[in-house]
């Protein structure tokens, strides 16, 4: 079992408790990286896979509980993390026809002490292409991911939390995207012309009042729907009210009913 704070050895333990898992980008798969105290991956130099997508390019090449130790023929000499994301860009070069090499080290099933075979194998990404020199403008690489995303999002009408994917909707400036951005407005609460937003108390207001209010104004400017003035009018004096005396905001505002029902107090 590694020590707290210390950084483990993939291929030595896995026994102990994992919660920092990310997306390993277009490879389709999913590891746990190590995550110090202040929430980088500066010392990782290893990647435990805890999932394969099925019909992804990692299907058949990683398996859960293998580790990845580094790119080419090469082990990660610094933030794995970092390491495989630029590894992965060029790989996707035309250069590079989408070949990403990794070395892998998969465990031997119950061996005590763990114990494992390693071995350099190729994962096929899609050919993106390069950034360019001024990215993201005047980048094929860009539009091309900007185009892959939309597309999901059109489909799926995810507008995520907050509703912040919408925002990429508008930012196209497409009508058809305009029209699933008023449908996906007109029908959340939060937009609605009755909404009411408390001073008194309250849990992360200052968040869900940001996000919000930022959609609801680029909204209006792009579509000029009236509908939603009220909502924009409610956020804007109410979160001008909940600041704190201070002159800032936390998660949530200067509560009312924690500064002797005064506005513009302490924040909690």
């Known amino acids: 079992m590694a ?20 997306h390993l980008g277009p490879t389709g798969a999913k590891g746990w990286i190590y995550v110090a105290d202040n929430f980088m991956t500066t010392d990782a130099r290893q990647i435990l896979v805890t999932e394969v997508e099925a019909g992804s390019v990692s ?11 580094g790119i080419g023929d090469k082990l990660f000499t ?5 390491a495989l994301g630029w590894a992965i ?7 590079n026809k989408g070949i990403l090499k990794l070395i892998r080290w998969r465990p031997v099933k119950d061996a005590t002490p763990r114990k494992g075979t390693r071995a350099m194998v190729a994962l096929k990404l899609r050919v993106m292409g390069s950034y360019s020199d001024v990215a993201p403008w005047k980048c094929p690489k860009t ?8 597309k999901v999002i059109v489909e799926s009408k995810d507008m995520g939390r907050l509703g912040a994917t919408a925002l990429a909707l508008l930012a196209t400036g497409e009508k058809e995207h305009l029209a ?18 408390s001073v008194e108390i309250g849990g992360k207001q200052s968040w869900s009042s940001g996000f919000h209010n930022l959609l609801l104004t680029e909204y209006f400017l792009a579509s000029g729907d009236e509908y939603v003035l ?27 009913s924690q500064n002797g029902g005064k506005l513009h107090g302490g924040l909690p």
């Open 180 to 197: 699933l951005v008023r449908e996906y407005l007109h029908n959340q609460k939060w937009a609605s012309p009755e909404l009411k937003i």
């Open 78 to 82: 610094s933030d794995a993390r970092m």
């Open 143 to 150: 539009k091309l991911i900007l185009k892959d995303a939309l």
């Open 3 to 22: 020590a707290e704070g210390q950084v483990p050895d993939l291929t030595k333990t896995i026994d102990f408790e994992r919660s920092a898992v990310f």
């Open 59 to 69: 299907e058949g090449v990683l398996e859960v509980g293998d580790v990845i130790l």
């Open 230 to 256: 009220p909502a924009i009018r409610e956020y804007a004096i109410k979160t001008a009210m909940g600041q704190s005396g201070g002159g800032t905001w936390g998660h949530g505002f200067a509560w009312t």
């Open 89 to 95: 860009d060029e790989a996707e070069s035309a250069e």
